[in-house]
């Protein structure tokens, strides 16, 4: 009698257990599926349903791997068999909005605990906004890591040519394609000269010149306004000639204005992206890329064109000079002497700071290799601007020698 009594009590305690089980497993937040170990779905919570976006007669019966994308399924079920718990990240197959990142756990039952398996379950967590939350502040962190490594370049030299080629190079990786150019606007002759271009066929391109009337470039810089374009055989406006001297094939591009100072001066170009197609977030970036590239070469060419003009001021200074001498009688010549003796002085204090200043720079070590670049331009400019002046009082002084 007691015996029986304990039985009974024993299997009203296993019924409870069971039902409170059942009930949990029902209304869990994550989605449940029970399925025998051929793989054959026999349960599904509601939660299930929802995620699937199946109706529960659906559900049953279907396979696990018709519903989780488990790779070699085969291989999942046998390590289900041999009492083995299985978690990984994959996708699953049905859902509202296509296939979806899940977090699936899957895991033997059993009947008792010295009991073989009986079936299994699958424990299935929507992880797709974390993904692509991640995915995002991934992105963000590459463009920030991108448009730092770009406002180093050109805040660094002033070498056109190798500020282009460094950021042209970071775009490329940045946005994955597969080459990038910057084009030149030439207003004499009306056409773009392109400038730089890194990645497929990078070195025929440099230096190759198209009419600005003509393809997707132009059109960008006649209009100031960016383009996408997805398709390059189905836009009109696109230009083969470009790819006939590369001998690629561009499939698609996206195309930016350079403007300085409110002048458009050229634009550049990300052709042939290879994950994907472009989109707002590519054009949003290299739209930021177009304004320091456009910074970068407004300096670049300011620097050039004061150095030009430097160049001729030194030289029709010579020219005159000796012209005056010339004409001058020896009364004029002393002016003119001493003239250029209170100019060498006036200058060669500030001269010898900027000499002593760079030096001092040029004997650190944590410098980047740009910027020393430019300091030792600066102290050869300023040892020749001190040559020269050095040349005037001597020339003085041969004068008043011979004088």
Known sequence: MREDSANSAGQGASFEDEHLLALIVHSACDAVLLFDLFGRIYYANPAAHALCHLSSSLLRGMHIEQVLDLGNAGEVLRMLRQ??????????????????????????????????PSAAAAIIRDISSQRQAYAETQRQLNELRLLNRVNMAVSSSLELEKVLSILLEETRETLGVEACSAALLDEERQDLFFIMAEGVGANRVRGARMPASQGVIGWVV??????????VSQDPR??????????????????????????????????????GTFDRDDLRLFTLIAASAATAIANALLFHRQKELADALERRHQELMVELRQKCGPDQQAVLRRLEEDMAKAISRPLSVIVHQSETWLQREDLPQELVDDLANIRAEAYRLRTFLSRLTEEGTAQEGTG
Not at 87 to 96: A, I, S, V, Y
Not at 242 to 266: F, Q, W, Y
């Open 222 to 231: 006649r209009n100031r306004q960016p383009l996408i374009v997805p398709d």
């Open 238 to 275: 696109f230009f083969p000639g470009i790819d006939n001297i590369t001998g690629e094939r561009t499939r698609s591009l996206m195309c930016v204005p350079l403007e300085a100072h409110g002048k458009i001066i050229g634009a550049i170009e990300a052709m042939n992206k290879r994950e």
């Open 83 to 116: 009492n083995q718990i299985i978690q990984t990240e994959t996708e699953l197959r049905h859902g509202p909005e296509g296939r979806r990142h899940v977090l699936a756990s899957l895991f033997p039952l059993h009947d008792s605990d010295a009991a073989p």
